[in-house]
């Protein structure tokens, strides 16, 4: 079974983009138009700006505590692989997990940042340790592919 969120990721950012140009069709807007430039509502010009602003920089700072990831999820033959890279401008480091189905030890679904995150953090048999595997975000995967991956990986765990 594959599991691959490339639509969902599109579409966040596709998301972004949108927000992003408004935030900028405003911000001109107020600069360009007289409706702004006395007050409005007993706000001047320069403080609707800041605003627009404040509100496009915390809904960034907000994406960007959520951790949003592009996943790929593939059990087809022995191993079990998983491949994954941060949805943002920078810093898009691609990263893999291979794992032989018969190694996987326990996996664990939490959440960080506020509540906002969601990761899965992978724990598989080496000899006669268990390791763990750094958390992979997955709060960009729908309550369905999240549900199909749990399926999937508790079918492999072993004791």
Not at 42 to 68: E, H
Request: proline share 4%; net charge positive.
């Amino acid at each position: 079974m594959t599991i691959d969120n490339q639509k969902t990721v599109i579409r966040i950012f596709l998301r972004k983009m949108f927000i992003a140009i408004i935030t900028v069709v405003m911000v001109v807007a107020m600069l360009a138009t007289k409706w702004f430039s006395p007050e409005l509502l007993g706000i001047t010009q320069y403080q609707w700006i800041i605003m627009v602003a404040t509100i496009y920089i915390l809904l960034v700072i907000g994406s960007w505590l959520r951790g949003l990831n592009y996943f790929y999820f593939d059990d087809k033959g022995d191993k079990i692989i998983i491949r994954y890279y941060p949805i943002r401008p920078l810093g898009r480091t691609k990263r893999a997990v291979q794992i032989p189905k018969t190694a996987l030890a326990k996996y664990e679904i939490s959440r960080r940042n506020l509540g906002l995150k969601k990761v899965l953090v992978l724990h598989q048999h080496v000899k006669k340790n268990v390791a763990k595997y750094p958390p992979i975000g997955i709060t960009s995967l729908t309550q369905q592919e999240l549900s199909k991956l749990e399926q999937k990986l508790s079918i492999y765990v072993r004791a």
